[in-house]
């Protein structure tokens, strides 16, 4: 079921660190994956994105890998900066007639210490 | 390119009170779609507009809540009468329309009902 309330789960890294979030979805015929972070009082800001029939992109210090046996997908961050804080989210999307349309998983709160 | 823009960025409204939010999209996105996050959740789509028609509205508690987006550009999203599970940030998205075009988010209107 859904988890509610402000019980999100937290990822705490050194600065220069490594970090990983992970995701897990839920609707095997999603065939668009997306993370967005969100900062205090800001909107959703696009990371990157990975389609179905691709495992792995790469961007700019970061790396999404999506595992569709297990319906698993992760962000990699590569030389973590304090500036990375914040709320990290996947979304969801599938084609047909509600293309674009997104399903937001729960968030991942990032702390990057000096 | 400017982003999307939203207003007002704060409101505190009463219970059963009406209130409005506003959202000029990035020029030339065709898709606009409506949000709302409560407190420690990933956002949760509302409504979905292709230039001025709704694509998905199934998750619009439709007796209260409306939206419109008049000659495809800028909309509206209104609700009357407030209660006070209604308090959470409401953030517009726009894109291209397609499906691995990426959603671009405004900072939202932060709703506090009393």
């Known amino acids: 079921g859904e988890s509610v309330g402000l019980h999100l789960p937290t990822l705490s890294v050194q600065e220069g660190d490594n970090s990983i979030i992970n995701c897990a979805y839920s609707n095997s015929a999603s065939d668009y994956f997306i993370w967005y972070k969100q900062e205090s009082g800001k909107g959703p800001q696009f990371i990157i994105d990975?389609?179905?029939?691709?495992d792995k992109r790469q961007g700019q210090r970061v790396t999404v890998l999506l595992n569709k046996t297990v319906k698993h997908l992760s962000l990699q961050i590569a030389a973590t900066q304090p500036g990375d804080s914040a709320v990290y989210f996947c979304a969801e999307g599938a084609g047909g007639t509600s293309y674009g349309k997104l399903t937001f998983g729960q968030g991942t709160i990032l702390t990057v210490h000096p | 390119e400017a982003g999307v823009a939203q207003s007002p960025r704060y409101k505190i409204i009463e219970k059963r009170q009406s209130v409005a939010f506003w959202c000029n999209p990035i020029s030339g996105h065709a898709t606009l779609y409506w949000y709302q996050q409560i407190l420690g959740q990933g956002p949760k789509l509302l409504i979905q507009f292709q230039n001025n028609g709704v694509v998905d509205d199934s998750q619009l508690p439709k007796d209260r809540f409306s939206a419109e987006r008049l000659k495809g550009v800028d909309s509206t999203l209104k609700i009357q009468p407030a209660k006070l599970e209604d308090s959470a940030v409401y953030l517009c998205?726009?894109?291209?329309?397609?499906?691995?075009?990426?959603?671009?988010f405004g900072d939202g209107t932060r709703l506090s009902i009393l």
């Open positions: 990975i389609r179905s029939n691709m």
């Open positions: 998205a726009s894109s291209r329309g397609t499906l691995d075009q990426p959603q671009h």
